[in-house]
T-cell receptor, first 115, second 111 residues
């Protein structure tokens, strides 16, 4: 079945530094990938839609200069949290849709802690 | 206000009991999916329903899509501790362009 690999699974960084999270579709090509943020005990909130070869589409209230998305190939999208602050600490999850299945496949998530 | 209202938000039951989780919206969806998520992991797809009135079964789990494709339910029979987790419904309005999640139902099944 469709597999989406996300790493790192956990990262701790200092305030002011940048962190890159990778999301790869392992056995299928994904022209579109999605990035979500999830706060403790809450549901997933869509941050942006990553489009291969073009600019990402950001949801209202999400700073595009803060959360840089690059989708340079059909199997890889990256999310870079720039100048991270403690309030950016969260669980970030990516997903992609394999057209062979009805549904979306999610990565295992990245727990970001900014200290 | 969420596009998809999921209820209940929390549910704590004893092993062997039955339960139903509801997912309601005023919008029509081309498909609706149910996911289960465990702590520290990404959501895992359980089922996708596409046709109004559709019923799908996955072992002890029964999923139903409303006739008007605006709501769905998940029924678990004889719940087991292994069913514990966060259950999320998600609607696809534009056939693959974007997924909207409900608020989630946190289920705990006590042995």
């Amino acid at each position: 079945g469709a597999v989406v690999s996300q790493h790192p699974s956990r990262v701790i960084c200092k305030s002011g530094t940048s962190v890159k999270i990778e999301c790869r579709s392992l056995d299928f090509q994904a022209t579109t990938m999605f990035w979500y943020r999830q706060f403790p005990k809450q549901s997933l909130m869509l941050m942006a839609t990553s489009n291969e070869g073009s600019k990402a589409t950001y949801e209202q209230g999400v700073e595009k200069d803060k959360f840089l998305i690059n989708h340079a190939s059909l199997t890889l999208s990256t999310l870079t949290v720039t100048s991270a602050h403690p309030e950016d600490s969260s669980f970030y999850i990516c997903s992609a849709r394999d057209m062979r299945v009805q549904g979306y496949t999610f990565g295992s998530g990245t727990r970001l802690t900014v200290v | 206000t969420q596009l998809l209202e999921q209820s209940p938000q929390f549910l704590s039951i004893q092993e062997g009991e039955n339960l139903t989780v509801y997912c309601n919206s005023s919008s029509v969806f081309s498909s609706l999916q149910w996911y289960r998520q465990e702590p520290g992991e990404g959501p895992v797809l359980l089922v996708t329903v596409v046709t109004g009135g559709e019923v799908k079964k996955l072992k002890r789990l029964t999923f139903q899509f409303g006739d008007a494709r605006k709501d769905s339910s998940l029924h678990i029979t004889a719940a087991q501790p292994g069913d514990t987790g966060l259950y999320l419904c998600a609607g696809d309005r534009n056939a693959g362009n974007m997924l909207t999640f409900g608020g989630g139902t946190r289920l705990m099944v006590k042995p």
